[in-house]
């Protein structure tokens, strides 16, 4: 059964004209429901949330082309004029982050699909350049998890105890099996333990995509048999009686924020349990820390292929590559780990070296490839690799 926003009155208080609103209706009422994502694994519709977001977007999306002097009446004349315009206004003019740009591209993709024009939406770099370090990345480049800022998971569970049980019960799930927060809440524990010894998580799962968890010690059944016993009895979840799951999420993280639990405070999110859990698996199943963990040494290649699928499949994506968004990569981290070498110091060095390249890359910690790059980036200089017959590595920098 197909579950549709009802969106009449999103577009009725839109302020849009009447043409571009009833047309923008049609395409709703056949495509709202429908997922874009060519990863998803379920047949379902999507949320209420994600289409109340599309709806959301798009109409606000149409607002900043007409105030920004486009005469648009109607879907179909969208061209990329006006996504260059939108990309532009909201990356230069309100510095909106990459994340929240890729997601409205992502909306108008999808818009665009509808129309069967697969090609009208690019990228951010089709349309602009990139202002200095504007990317989003998909692979962890930082350490989320609590640990890594120092922040005591027991401890703060005891103290959020005091305030709030189920709350704290919540957090402990997350930090238990690697929950997010909406699944938490909406956990039945009693309904989703399995005697093969998995969690069964069903409810509030990214995508609808269910999934099981393993249970591997006593203590983690002890975890849910103290949920179990904080389960609404007459909904079977984390949720207590009369709260909404809408006021309880609300609830939720006001509790969390009184606490210092913001990225803010602490320097954390609930959301960093999860990266823990999950890089905890990896060091437990090959021996080796997560390389976000930074060790001095890589685990054996299979056991680290066996930990990749372990892990996707633990936090309920669908590509094995998603894992990397908690654990990194071991390239990632060498990568940042290399000294970052600016234009003028790469110059500087080669005339120290007396235009030997070779020497200046080693001596700056870089390959000499990148060494090029710099040299060719300094503003009045041009390189000019040289060979000679005695050393095939000299070469030198001319002034123009």
């Known amino acids: 059964m197909k579950i549709q926003l009802n969106f009449s009155s999103l577009l009725e208080s839109s302020g849009l004209p009447q043409r571009l609103a009833n047309e923008l209706s049609e395409l709703f009422n056949r495509h709202l429901s429908k997922a874009h994502s060519k990863t998803r694994v379920t047949s379902n519709a999507i949320s209420i949330k994600t289409q109340k977001y599309r709806v959301q977007k798009l109409i606000a999306g149409f607002r900043e082309l007409r105030k920004g002097g486009f005469a648009i009446q109607s879907p179909w004349n969208l061209g990329e004029k006006h996504i260059g315009y939108l990309v532009n206004l909201w990356v230069n003019e309100k510095q909106q982050s990459p994340g929240t740009v890729e997601n409205k591209l992502t909306y108008w993709r999808t818009l665009a699909s509808w129309m069967k024009k697969h090609q009208l939406v690019g990228t951010v770099d089709d349309y602009i350049k990139r202002p200095e370090g504007y990317r989003r990345y998909y692979v962890a480049r930082e350490d989320k998890s609590?640990?890594?800022?120092?922040?005591?998971?027991?401890?703060?569970?005891?103290?959020?105890?005091?305030?709030d049980r189920w709350v704290a019960i919540q957090v402990e799930l997350q930090a238990t099996f690697g929950l997010r927060a909406q699944?938490?809440?909406?956990?039945?524990?009693?309904?989703?333990?399995?005697?093969?010894?998995?969690?069964?998580?069903?409810?509030?799962?990214?995508?609808?995509?269910?999934?099981?968890?393993?249970?591997?010690?006593?203590?983690?059944?002890?975890?849910?048999?103290?949920?179990?016993?904080?389960?609404?009895?007459r909904t079977g979840s984390m949720i207590p009686d009369p709260w909404s799951l809408k006021q309880w999420y609300r609830h939720f993280y006001h509790v969390l924020q009184k606490h210092g639990i913001?990225?803010?405070?602490?320097?954390?999110?609930?959301?960093?349990?999860?990266?823990?859990?999950?890089?905890?698996?990896?060091?437990?199943?090959?021996?080796?820390?997560?390389?976000?963990?930074?060790?001095?040494?890589?685990?054996?290649?299979?056991?680290?292929?066996?930990?990749?699928?372990?892990?996707?499949?633990?936090?309920?994506?669908?590509?094995?590559?998603?894992?990397?968004?908690?654990?990194?990569?071991?390239?990632?981290?060498?990568?940042?780990?290399?000294?970052?070498?600016s234009s003028e110091q790469a110059f500087a060095a080669v005339l120290e070296t007396g235009g030997n390249k070779s020497d200046a890359a080693k001596g700056l910690g870089i390959s000499r490839q990148a060494l090029y790059r710099l040299l060719a980036k300094c503003e009045g200089v041009l390189v000019t690799p040289r060979r000679d017959e005695k050393d095939a590595d000299r070469g030198g920098c001319e002034r123009l």
């Not at 609930?270 to 090959?286: C, D, F, P, S, W």
């Open 262 to 341: 913001t990225r803010s405070a602490a320097g954390v999110t609930v959301h960093g349990l999860r990266h823990a859990y999950l890089q905890n698996m990896y060091e437990k199943i090959t021996g080796v820390p997560a390389p976000i963990k930074r060790p001095d040494h890589r685990p054996d290649p299979q056991l680290h292929q066996l930990a990749m699928q372990r892990l996707v499949e633990a936090a309920g994506h669908s590509l094995a590559a998603k894992a990397t968004a908690y654990i990194s990569t071991f390239a990632t981290m060498d990568r940042l780990a290399r000294p970052v070498v």
């Open 183 to 233: 699944e938490s809440m909406l956990l039945r524990p009693l309904q989703c333990l399995r005697v093969t010894g998995h969690l069964h998580v069903i409810d509030g799962t990214k995508g609808g995509r269910p999934r099981v968890v393993p249970i591997d010690a006593e203590w983690q059944y002890e975890v849910l048999i103290r949920a179990a016993r904080l389960s609404n009895p």
């Open 146 to 163: 609590w640990d890594a800022a120092k922040v005591n998971v027991d401890e703060v569970i005891a103290k959020l105890c005091e305030r």
